[in-house]
């Protein structure tokens, strides 16, 4: 078997960053060299995310080469509103409701490695080569490792390998959109430096020991890093005088990027130059400034009730989730997560229910989405520059999943759900936030060097498809970038377009889910004190 | 003499396999094993999201689709606080696993 073509994924990796890391800069050298020397020489571009640019639906997209319409991932947690009663579970990889590039190449006698994408567990069990999934303890490492005797493959043969290390730590996570005090946010940092180098590790022995036709690997301390640390990476925030702390937390972040370039030559370098090379990042990343507390903000206009708490333990449980805790009866609109940016609008089945009548729907959305565009902080800004309509902006048999209304921040900011005053609150310093525009870029034979015009982020699904010389399936959203390939390699290397994708068995749209809507509830209520 | 065994102790039965390897990389182990008493956050120091998953590898390993987890889980409107491994049988033998 032979590799041909590698995909490295980097979690919210921007060019922001990136520029300033790939050249020379004063006191710090060029920290990424290898990486430069890639960029120079190959194809790039801006990659616009998915509306709402969040790691589960972005990556779902970038993994099935669809839109979350389509494939039906748009939070880390799913929720159904049933008329008086709420229900909360987590997205797995059965809610993908598309065929992932794993199984499409599996099945096209080819075989994969997926290490450290979220959504890959349980796996697609027609999958031929390894998947170790992200976002999964170390518990359950092995279990949800396909196949599963991979894990104690791993295990017995990389010398320090340490699920512990690797995995996704629910305590340690949940800082990601904490304040946290100096300390513990250069121990943030730090705890994400052994996490990378065992996907590293893992990556080297599957690559050298398997070389799968399609071999994929994602890090994902770029993004975790970053919400903490944007402050010391941005550019320009990073102070010209900087104080012993925040050179110390420069420095550490470069660590972190010195290592990342490590990484890369490393498995570039034993793919082999025949190969050819993509990175992508499912959103970048900018600086956010304000807080928005959204369900404060819709309680304050009369749309929302805040539960009262009985004072029991349960209880007590569900008000330290950050987690929307509301009486539903008295509540017409909410957002359910912070990382959803959404608003649903809660609608009455039907008569006695509580909610907005069906008829009065559409006459009560526009003018909510006109009473949110109003909004202000302290300095007359708008905080709400765009509300995204689902219809729109989620198109597909899974568009009623969609939030009725998402939010578009000034800032990019995700909104906080916490039940705090004001609605509108300013940082005391800027923390780290999605933007819509993350990296696209390609190197090896036939790239062409350049930056090229913005792609959408389920292009990339088809360009890794078209390297590896699959057609494309004619209900890709995507196109593979020309002008990423010189033109005698384009020329030699037309587009197939092939049959379409196979829908995955196991989903079925929103009516269908009610029991399965309402399984893992007992759970839920504790887990969102690991999410937050 | 044997007995037949019933559904609910061939359940039992399963889902203490699967609970056995299901916690074999964790760091602590139950007093006595596992059996049928044994509660999951109680005896065997499941936490949320170990709850969530072995919801996960049940449906996977045993019932081989979904399940409505919410009657077993929820009574009168509330969480119950804990499940032990042949509450757990039942609800799969009432399900037609």
Redesign the interface.
Known sequence: MTTKTLFIGLDGCTYTVLDKLTTEQPGEGVVMPFLAGLMANGARAKLFSTPNPLTPPAWTSIMTGRTPGHHGVYDFIRAEDKGGEV?WT?Y?G?DIACETIWSLVSRSGGKIAALNFPLTA?APPDVEGTILPGFI????????THPREAFQRLKDNIPGFD?KELAWD?DNEKQALEKLEDDDMESWVRYHLPREEQWFKVAEYILENDAPELMAVMFDGTDKIQHQAWAFLDPNLFPAEPTAFEQRMRDVCLEYFRNVDRYIERLVTLAGPEVQVFFASDHGFTATTEVLRINRLLADLGYLEWAQSDGSD?ALRREAADFANLDWSKTTAYCRTPSSNGIHIRVAEKEGDSGVPIAEYKAFREELVEKLLAVRNEFGEPVIVDVLRREEYFPGPFSLEAPDLTLVLRDHGFVSIKNLSPAVIQRDRPAGTHHPDGIFMASGPGVKAGMVERRRIVDVTATLVHSLGLPVPNDYEGEVPADFFTPEWWAQHPVVIGEASKAAA?RAPTEDMD??E??????????L??ME | MTTAATPVADLEAKLIALLEDFTQDWDTAPDGGITGESRLLADLGFESIDVIQFMVAVEEDIAGRKLPFNDLVMKDGRYVDDLSVRQMAVFLTKEGC
């Open positions: 229900f987590l797995d059965r349980p303890p170390a518990k359950h490492l092995r279990r949800n699920p629910f349960q196991k029991e399965d309402k399984k893992q509830l007992l759970e839920q209520l504790q887990m004190g690991y």
